[in-house]
């Protein structure tokens, strides 16, 4: 039964569509982390990051849109001490 839950998507939306909309928003993030917050990142925040973003990349290329979900969750926990800006450019 729980797998079946886990299998829902958003009305109207396909797989393909959900997973691409992560990696957008997560492209945003990424940018603006590159240019105005990598630099005063701790190392290991920085290795957090940067395995947060390669598992984001892996889970929309296999249409796992829920993990790409929960994964983009775990990166901007990750940056909650850098006050990443609510509505990036």
């Known amino acids: 039964m729980w797998q079946e839950i886990l299998k829902l998507l958003p009305e109207g939306e396909s797989p393909e569509s959900v997973s691409k909309k992560y990696l957008d928003e997560t ?16 190392e290991r925040d920085r290795e957090k990051y940067d395995m947060y973003l390669k598992l984001i990349r892996k889970a929309t290329s ?28």
């Open 27 to 42: 492209m945003k993030i990424d940018n603006y982390v590159k240019n105005n917050i990598y630099g005063l990142m701790t």
């Open 62 to 89: 296999k249409n796992a849109w829920s993990a790409a979900y929960n994964l983009k969750k775990s990166l901007l926990y990750v940056l909650r001490p850098y006050n990443l800006p609510r509505r990036l450019p």
